[in-house]
Every structure is written in structure tokens, then in C-alpha cells.
């Protein structure tokens, strides 16, 4: 070993600037304290957790911890007391709410390495602490949506489970765990369709599952007569899909069914019924969508081919860019007859679990709604009693904003009604204006209480030329002064490319907004619906 201090010195310098830039990094800051003094050394790094100076900072470790969150304080204390009873633990964990200078709770992980004399007793107590508050509140929020989804999927009127790769069950609501016969969901974790079924079916049923988990493909609508052990059987409609992680990995599937059994009976029992079988399992393949979309692109399919008409020509074009997996817009185009074009835009309060449910509920309810889609308000009044009853039922305050209109190439005439929607902007020979922006004009969001009234109002085709709606991803783009970007911007984006193509507008409209965003990205959902009206001899 060498004695020259010299190089002594440098090592211990290089070694403490090492622990500072690894301690910066952690973003920890360092605690010393024997514990039979009451000073106690913190770092810059802690007093700047505890917004409190050197001079006034509290001691966290002596009673009565009037800095320790009331909820925290027996763990709080009885960890302290271990650590500096004689004979001890070696070390001190705990995580608390702590109250600082500025009067604000923050979460602390505290750690500390216990230094006891040859006797037991603590002569000194070091480590460190780090500010936790972010994740707790992560976590507080993981555990809330969690708890949402559990009740929706209980309060679902369909048998929903999820099974791992060996095809034993994960998860389940309680309508199925009454089906097979259990009190609850516990008594089906972890167990096979052979535990409850006869051979006939649940290897079918297996064979159905491996199937999805080597391709990645669905299996949609498929009638199975489920025979028990004990000889009774009963049929279901059952769709069974892959269950992936957030990478994309294959770890199961999941699956919702209906029980069908008087149906399939009465099939049975008389051919000539066989039509109103057919219409009560297209009933039942309605309520089936409700799961089936949380898995399908939220995005359209593509648009209804408008049928050739003398006096009017209709191109549809779209744009749609989630922030996230999981989002709350959408948008619909409805052939409603040869005449007759629906345009549907909807935004859900959120993001993530709840919002993508909501869309779900939603799309299961349009196809209700189509025998009042000539009427706007109409329409509008039943997505919103639908979707209330639903978020009722499971207890939970949500709602979407929607507009929806009608383009009636018949009588030439624009129809629509809003659900605190913003407004669609027209451009036509008048020039770039919106429509449906006064309050009076709009009903209440959808979901918020049943019976609500939406006030049908419309425009003659002729002072259309084109037709844009959108959502408010649009609108609520800040710059880096916090100025919203605001439909007057919109409007003038849209009259500036009023001679161009449509997807050049679309995509200028998009291209603004990231150049007047800070950061130059989209904070919401952001879905775009434009639509060209082309009059008599300008058809093509």
C-alpha cells in the first residue's frame, strides 16, 4: 500500500465525487443521526424534499413525528423503535407521507444501515432518502382504474373470462362463475374447462384456445353445446380472442359468451321458428360487441360507397391519430339508405381503461339506434339513455361529447344535432364559417343523466362545399405560452386550402398544429372527418 498522502487523497477525492454523482443521479439525498442526540445531518438534496433549511430542518425520527402523516405514524414509529432498540435490526426501511416546510405532504422512501456498538445499542444510524410521490400516485391511480374495470365487467350483462396458456382461468366475472356453478370468481382461478365439463366439449373448447394462441386469430360467434359431468348441457355464442401484453406477446386468451339455450331449444322444437331465432341471437351479437371492440381498431373499416345521384357527389376522407393505445375519439359514417349519409364524431371523457370501455358501449349502441338515424336528435337521445343506463348500473360517473348529422341528398339538406360537441366547420360559396358553436344549438354530453333533450337544426346543401369535423385534440393544443390553438385558426387553415385536395388539407391541418404545439406533438386524441359535396354538373 502506498503512504503517500498525496495519492491518498485523490482516491478519497475521486471516491466522494463518485458517491455524489451517483447519489445526483438517484436523485437521493443522504441522513445522519446517532440516536442519542437530537441533531440530525441532512443533505441539500433532503432539505430540498423537506422545502425547509438546515437550520429549522425537523428531526423525522423523534417522537411524537408530527411531521409523519397521521395514517403513517404507528409504522413509522414502531420501525424507528426496532432500529434503535439494543440488539436491533441492522436496518431501517419505511416509506411515509411526510409534511414539509411548504406545507405539503410528499412520499419518502427512507433506508438506513444501523451501526451498534459491541453491546446491541445504535451509536449511529445512515442512509438515504428519495422522493417516491410520483409513483405513489401512479400507483393510487393503476389501482383505481383496475377497481373501474372490475365493476364494469361484473356489471356487463355477458359471461367474460380470461385463461393463461394452458387454458386455466385467470380471470372471470360473476355472471360465469355462477354459471359453472361457483360462488364467486376464486373458486374458478386456476382451473380447466375439464373441471366443469364433459370430454365432448372442453377439448373442443382447448383446441379452439391453442388454435388463437399459435395464430393470433380470433374465433367470432361460434355456437357450442357445453354438456356437463352430470349430463345437462346448455348452449352459448361464444367469441374467444388472443390476450396480449403491452409488447404485443401472446400470454392466453379471453373470451365472452351468452347463454343461448332457449333459443337453440325453441330452434329445435320448431324449424318455422327458425327466423325469430335468428333475430334474437342478432340481439344477443349486439350486446357481444360491447367486449369485442375493446379489441378492434378504433378507427372506421372504410366508407360506405355513396350510390350515383344526379344531383350531388359525397367523398369521405379521415384522419385519426391516437396518443395512446387505448383512446376515447371516434367516428362513423352511416349509409342509412340511397339518399341518406350519417356522419357520427364522438370524443369519451379520458383516456386509457375507462374511455376505451366507453367507446366500446358506444359502438354497441349505434346499431341500436339506427331505425332513428334520419333523426339527429333523436339518435343522439338514445346513445345517451343507453350509455347512462350502463354507467349507472356500475356505479361510475363518465360521458363523450358527440355531433351527429345527417346529409340528405334527396331533400338537399344538412341535419344534425350536437352533444356539447364542437361544432363541424363548413366551407361553401359564403366562405369558411362553423355551425352548431351556440349553446342553445347543443345538448348535454352523453351518459350524464338519462332523458336529455338534443335540438335538431340544419343547412341547405348548396352553402356546402366542403365539411370537416373533428375533435377537441384539435382545439386544445397549447403553444409554449399556453394559448389554446382555437376554432378562428382552424377556420383560416381550412379557407387557405379550400382549393386543394382534401387530403392536403387534412394533413395541413394537422402539420399546423404540431407547429403551433409546444413540443410538437398532439396531447389528445386528435380524429379528423372531412367530407366533399360536389352540385350537379361539377359531379363527376
Known sequence: MSDDPNEFNEKRRLKLERLELALRASNEGIWDWNPHEEKIFYSRRILEFLECGSDYAPNLFIPPFEHVFAGDQQAFSAAVSQAVQEGGPETLAIDARILTGGRNWRWLRIRGTVVRNRSGQAVRIAGSMIDISRRKAA????????????????HVPLKIYFKDLESRFTMANQDIAEHLGCANESGLIGKHDKDFFSDEHWKSAEADEQRIIRTGEPVIDLLERETRYHGSQSWVITSKFPLRDRHGNIKGTFGVSSDVTKLVNAQQEAVDLALQLQKKNQAYEEELMLAREIQQALAGEGFPTVSTNRNYQLNFLARYIPISGLAGDFFEVLKINDDCYGLLICDVMGHGVRSALVVAMLRGLLEKQRFHALDPGLFLHGLNDGL?????????????????????????????????HPGPIVAGPAGVWQIANDRSQKGPGLGLFGGAYYPNNQIPLSEINRLLLFTDGVLEAENKNGEPFFENRLMEIIASHAAEPMDRMLDGVLASVLAFSEGNHFDDDVCLLGVDLTCGSQAP
Open 388 to 420: 347512462a343506463a350502463i354507467l349507472e348500473r356500475a356505479g361510475t360517473t363518465m360521458f363523450a361529447t358527440a355531433f351527429f348529422g345527417i346529409i340528405d341528398l334527396a331533400n338537399g339538406n344538412f341535419r344534425y344535432s350536437s352533444a356539447g
Open 139 to 154: 400507483e393510487v391511480q393503476i389501482e383505481e382504474e383496475r377497481f373501474l374495470l372490475r365493476q364494469l365487467i361484473d
